[in-house]
């Protein structure tokens, strides 16, 4: 009997930012994903909002290189009531953009409630409920997680596109995320009060 064939993938996680960018490598091996790093880089010393994006850019190149992920995931469709801020964001997100288009890497875009979504089953989740649901399904030690909020909503990005390669797809019954996908399944339990516990609860029945 021919094995089945197991996908591979490292997905590059960003959060991009103008005065800090949050990143993240996660491996994927069929229905497993492990952290490799996450971390954010902090260009505030830098005098001048060009030469911070210049050195994002080129970090983001040497990571690339390094770490040889097979595609980038970032968070866009940012909304601020300050348009100044919104333009400084978008810059950032076309530095990011334009490194991983200088090595070939395959990008795809997620909003931020999309990637709430995806992670704790409800898109108006708080940043640090979202670095919470990661510590858990990852198995992340407490002392590992970063003290910066950037570097978990990286991982949550490339988490987030996990999620979307990992789930069980048809055309006509396409789930958009786990907590669909546990309904659809069975997976859920009505006992459990909160989405949080009962996309726990339905991950774990699935490993």
Known sequence: MQDRLVHRHRILGI???T???GYALLDVEGQKATPVLFDYLD???LDGQYARLQREFFFLQELIDRYHPTCLAIETQFVDKNPQTMIKI???QGVAIAAALSRDIPIVEYSPMKIKMAITGNGHSTKEQVAAML???LHIPAD????KLDATDALGIAYCHFLQLGLPF???HA???WTTYARQNGLTDKTLSTPNQRLLAALAKKK
Not at 144 to 147: H, Y
């Open 90 to 92: 978008v810059h950032a």
């Open 170 to 172: 048809s055309a006509e």
């Open 135 to 137: 510590q858990r399904f």
């Open 144 to 147: 590992m997680m970063p003290s």
């Open 15 to 17: 959060d991009p930012g």
């Open 43 to 45: 260009v505030r010393r």
């Open 175 to 177: 789930a958009k995320d």
């Open 19 to 21: 005065l800090l960018m």
